[in-house]
């Protein structure tokens, strides 16, 4: 028998929609989830005046949304709440809200982009760049690691293979947080009234800045993603000044503050289970790999995408109609006993781990996955392999956001002299 996706009595997802529950102690949310996951089917997650979504708290649930996207369609927006249509309209739809043919063409114009040569020029990139931090952090000797670590290797990273010139590149960074700083953050009526106007301010410079950019290489192209996107020749389209803005946006925000945070809350969990710091900094190169991606399973950069229901489908006794929202939970099935054994176990050797911390599959998983891995392995490689040792002092200090696992900050400490 199958239910139809409306509400019956109490609803036990009530818990997630309440203000206060994003900042809460992980512990308490995660102990919120496995309540759900123990569920029949998926929950009701009630937003006031009679609206909500159904959470997909399971890993296969996850997955299987994930690759149905003519079901489960992105479009009008995966954010909570889902973007104006007048902010659509003014900055361009980003590739993460856009479905079908018009996302399948944008992603082969950007897939066409990343040539062997450039990514192979990004890779030896990453190395330098991740060395000159760790040199600089031994030189200068800070204590706030999301600042002069965790965030300095992935927009560097980005700047360089966008072929961003230096003289931007510290008003992108802050433009960056300024766009970014308080999504998915419950604030006060001030807050809100102000804040939207400052993040999309942000957003519109950033924006106008890069277009300049993508002007300037179609005239004079140099050996960049920039230049690469906007001359493209993929069924006679290249990138126009909007959507080079959107991309850009997208791979600024989530590359950038995804990327930081899993490094952030990496150096956190190394430091919190040292058997595990012990067994990396054993044979480094044996046990990387195993490490960088249970970071990113046990911290889930992304908490949750949101999509839209396009046509009727049952899943776990639920019958979804179309108009229904549901929100995958990334930050629940990365946690599901069912795939996970000792889910909230830190544990490097974890295998399989097959972990949806770049999505659960089909069109839209991560286009990124494989640079913010490289990344994190050459950045670690760097912070654990000098003599002298670093690690975390204290808790992270969490956004308490509803959308992505952020850190404002991170005291750290070096253990040797």
Not at 135 to 157: G, I, K
Not at 281 to 302: C, K, N, Q, W
């Amino acid at each position: 028998m199958t239910l139809p996706a409306q509400r019956h009595g109490t609803d036990p997802g009530r818990e997630l929609a309440e203000p206060g529950f994003w900042q809460q102690p992980p512990a308490h949310r995660l102990a919120a989830f496995a309540r759900l996951r123990a569920a029949e089917g998926p929950v009701f997650v009630p937003e006031g005046s009679g609206r909500g979504h159904w959470a997909l708290v399971r890993h296969a649930q996850v997955q299987e949304a994930s690759r149905l996207p003519k079901v489960f369609a992105s479009a009008p927006g995966v954010t909570t709440p889902e973007p104006a249509r007048w902010v659509r309209a003014l900055f361009g739809d980003s590739m993460v809200n856009l479905d079908g043919p018009d996302h399948a063409q944008l992603r082969k114009i950007v897939q066409r982009a990343f040539t062997p040569r450039l990514l192979a020029a990004a890779e030896a990139d990453i190395h330098a760049v991740a060395a000159r931090i760790v040199d600089d952090v031994l030189a200068e000797r800070p204590d706030e690691f999301v600042s002069a670590v965790a965030s300095r290797l992935p927009l560097e990273v980005i700047c360089n293979m966008m072929g961003i010139p230096e003289r931007y590149r510290a008003e992108i960074a802050d433009r960056v947080n300024h766009a970014s700083e308080n999504i998915g953050v419950e604030r006060g009526l001030a807050s809100r009234l102000r804040m939207p106007g400052r993040g999309l301010r942000a957003l519109a410079r950033m924006q106008r800045m890069v277009a300049g950019i993508g002007r300037e290489r179609r005239k004079h192209p140099t050996d960049d993603l920039i230049s690469a996107l906007v001359r493209a020749n993929v069924d006679g389209q290249a990138l126009g000044a909007r959507q080079l803005g959107a991309f850009f946006s997208l791979l600024m925000v989530a590359g950038v503050e995804t990327t930081r945070n899993a490094i952030t809350h990496g150096l956190s969990l190394l430091t919190d289970h040292p058997d595990q710091r012990d067994l990396l900094l054993s044979d480094f190169e044996t046990y990387a790999d195993g490490a960088v991606d249970e970071m990113i399973r046990h911290s889930t950069p992304i908490i949750q995408f949101r999509r839209t229901v396009a046509a009727e489908h049952t899943m776990d006794g639920r019958v979804f109609r179309p108009g229904d929202k549901v929100v995958l939970y990334y930050a629940s099935a990365n946690r599901d006993e069912a795939v996970f054994p000792d889910p909230d176990a830190f544990v490097i050797t974890r295998s399989p781990n097959p972990h949806l911390g770049f999505g659960g599959g089909g069109p839209h998983f991560c286009l990124g996955a494989h640079l913010a891995r490289v990344e994190m392995k050459a950045l670690f490689r760097e912070l654990l392999t000098r003599p002298v040792g670093l690690r975390a002092v204290g808790l992270p200090d969490l956004a308490g956001s509803n959308f992505d696992n952020r850190v404002r900050s991170l005291k750290f400490a070096f253990e040797r002299p």
